[in-house]
């Protein structure tokens, strides 16, 4: 009987739940393996009405509920009560709030935080799922919940340089759109689509005042999401991303190899054979026989090797200090391009002189989405370890619960 009491109330303490709840049995069911927990309030203790707080009389007990909590040692453990439901003068016949359970919510907040911690810590829902003996649809529920309280705990004061990029979703011409905070690295909303009206919607998750602090937006020279930088945030500087830069210049170098090898190939020239990735790669990191091999390549006069010199000759563009010289450089640069008879590479030359403004403004705020890609590899480990997602709502979900960087524990 002593005994009994004291694990009693050991387990009151293990709960953090007091007078007027209390311990009334605990069961150990060895062959089901559960210890299951029976709570209960007070004889005499008054109610409480869930809308006012108001101390009222209790009108009759709720039907008994079960919830599951934190296992001890490997038994699942259970915790059944009936709720007292309050008899408000204001609010009429309510069932109280329980300390230790989410209303509605079928497992204890202490159960659901340690959910949430093996969730983030396994970074694959099915793996945590299987841990934790739960279902999908569960874990889901736990991660929607999490997102919605780290949401409107979030605070966006002081934003100053963000990140627009789109994604690929599902496959085939299927895209999302990204917001991303880049000094804090954290995705802050993203939506279905990358059109104007998709990326407009974005920017609701900020307010007029977080929008007024934006000093700067790095993107892509993608009209739509231009426009949508133009409008919402007037006075914030738009930057293109040097890495996209590079890439639409690696794209060009590229199309002028796979012409010239073509007409050499006619020739019976085997010459670039199989030198893809050496005109792609930064030199730096050659091994010493690609090293030796691009040397001789590079000095054979090739439209390739002249499209490959415009592109690294453009990462110089970057280094200034005040655009006044970008500009002049830009003019040099654009210049010799323009003569160079190699049309892949003047069609993002000519992209780049429509963007210039927009490129100097590098200069001043040196940043990049490198963040954003940072995180879009991120997502797509959550995407190849969900095998696909049944809708965009669960898909976002997922990403602002890995990669929003926010406060999700129910306590
Ligand atoms: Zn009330």
């Not at 709720?83 to 359970?101: D, F, L, Q």
């Not at 006619?266 to 691009?294: C, H, M, V």
């Not at 990049?368 to 997602?389: D, P």
Request: aromatic share 10%; net charge neutral.
């Amino acid at each position: 009987m002593n005994m009994d009491s004291e694990l009693q109330k050991h387990y009151a303490q293990l709960l953090g739940i007091g007078s007027p709840w209390e311990v009334k049995a605990v069961e150990l069911k060895l062959l089901e393996k559960q210890v299951v927990i029976e709570l209960g309030w007070q004889w005499g203790a008054d109610a409480q009405c869930p809308e006012c707080g108001r101390a009222c009389s209790i009108h009759d007990c709720a039907p008994e509920r079960t919830w599951r909590h934190l296992d001890t040692m490997q038994f699942a453990t259970l915790i059944r009560a009936r709720t007292p439901r309050a008899n408000c003068s204001e609010h009429g016949v309510k069932t109280m709030a329980v300390p230790w359970a989410a209303p509605l919510g079928r497992f204890t907040l202490l159960f659901e935080r340690f959910a949430l911690d093996v969730l983030l810590a396994s970074g694959s829902v099915s793996q945590a799922c299987e841990l934790l003996g739960i279902g999908w649809d569960t874990a889901q529920d736990f991660m929607r919940r999490a997102v919605e309280r780290g949401l409107e705990r979030r605070q966006l004061e002081g934003l100053k340089h963000l990140g627009m990029d789109e994604k690929s979703f599902r496959r085939g011409q299927s895209y999302i759109t990204l917001l991303t905070d880049l000094e804090a690295s954290r995705v802050l909303d993203v939506v279905e689509e990358r059109t104007a009206e998709a990326a407009d919607q974005l920017w609701e998750t900020l307010s007029p005042e977080q929008k007024q602090a934006v000093e700067a937006v790095a993107v892509d020279m993608w009209e739509p999401f231009i426009r949508t930088i133009q409008k919402q945030v007037p006075d914030a500087d738009i930057v293109h991303d040097k890495f996209h830069v590079s890439k639409y210049l690696g794209e060009a170098v590229d199309k002028v190899r796979r012409q010239e090898h073509k007409e050499l190939m006619a020739q019976g020239d085997e010459t670039l054979k199989g030198t893809r990735q050496l005109w792609l790669y930064n030199p730096q990191n050659f091994s010493p026989e690609q090293a030796d091999e691009f040397s001789v390549l590079k000095d054979l006069q090739l439209k390739v090797a002249r499209a490959w010199a415009a592109k690294e000759l453009f990462s110089k563009f970057w280094e200034y200090h005040e655009a006044g010289w970008a500009r002049r450089f830009f003019k040099d640069w654009f210049g010799w391009v323009s003569r160079s008879r190699l049309k892949p590479i003047i069609e993002v030359a000519q992209m780049l002189k429509r963007h210039l403004d927009h490129l100097l403004t590098y200069l001043k705020h040196h940043i990049t989405n490198a963040v954003t890609e940072g995180l879009n590899s991120k997502i797509q480990s959550l995407k190849a370890a969900a095998r696909g997602f049944r809708n965009f709502r669960n898909y976002r979900i997922r990403i602002l619960f890995f990669c929003g960087k926010l406060n999700l524990y129910p306590l």
